[in-house]
T-cell receptor, first 112, second 112 residues
């Protein structure tokens, strides 16, 4: 059974710091991995989608990497801003199931 | 471009009352559609998914049901709500099963 874990559960950093959010999954036979952002009381916004054949994807200040063999992905946020404050969720597709399995998220707070 | 609409945004319903949440997608045809629930402090749980009109797969046995009367319309229903049905309900769509999801803005349901 695929399980997705995100560490840390919460993170508070000063503005301008570079930071890394971690996502690990137990079954490495995945098709892809997706990172989302969720603002309080809102839906999920897709940030990056990494296919299993890819090592990383970049969008602006965000860079997501995927190491399928070790069951890990990281989301790197450069020069963090208060507007980056949100919960970040990763989801994996595959690993014995034809649906996305979500982690419980990392709640990020960037202090001005 | 494709858009997903979900309504209502918030709903307060008494225990034992019926429920109907609607989700529609525009700008695409034959999307895969999904209903997720996010309970307070917990991860996203897949409730139902549909790969075509009238085709519904249930992930979690409970007093909820789903229907897809039209290609781009997905409805979540209940005949009698329970307190445990409270949560944040999210609809999502994807062009295929492993192609990434786009989420709606969600419905906050409180059963009192």
């Amino acid at each position: 059974k695929q399980e997705v874990t995100q560490i840390p559960a919460a993170l508070s950093v000063p503005e301008g710091e570079n930071l890394v959010l971690n996502c690990s999954f137990t079954d490495s036979a995945i098709y892809n991995l997706q990172w989302f952002r969720q603002d309080p009381g809102k839906g999920l916004t897709s940030l990056l989608l990494i296919q299993s054949s890819q090592r990383e994807q970049t969008s602006g200040r965000l860079n997501a990497s995927l190491d399928k063999s070790s069951g890990r992905s990281t989301l790197y946020i450069a020069a963090s801003q208060p507007g980056d404050s949100a919960t970040y969720l990763c989801a994996v597709f595959g690993g014995g199931t034809y649906k996305y399995i979500f982690g419980t998220g990392t709640r990020l707070k960037v202090l001005a | 471009s494709q858009t997903i609409h979900q309504w209502p945004a918030t709903l307060v319903q008494p225990v034992g009352s019926p429920l109907s949440l609607e989700c529609t997608v525009e700008g695409t045809s034959n999307p895969n559609l999904y209903w997720y629930r996010q309970a307070a402090g917990r991860g996203l749980q897949l409730l139902f998914y549909s790969v075509g009109i009238g085709q519904i797969s249930s992930e979690v046995p409970q007093n909820l049901s789903a229907s897809r009367p039209q290609d781009r319309q997905f409805i979540l229903s209940s005949k009698k709500l329970l307190l445990s049905d409270s949560g944040f309900y999210l609809c999502a769509w994807g062009p295929g099963q492993a192609t990434g999801y786009t989420f709606g803005s969600g419905t906050r349901l409180t059963v009192v």
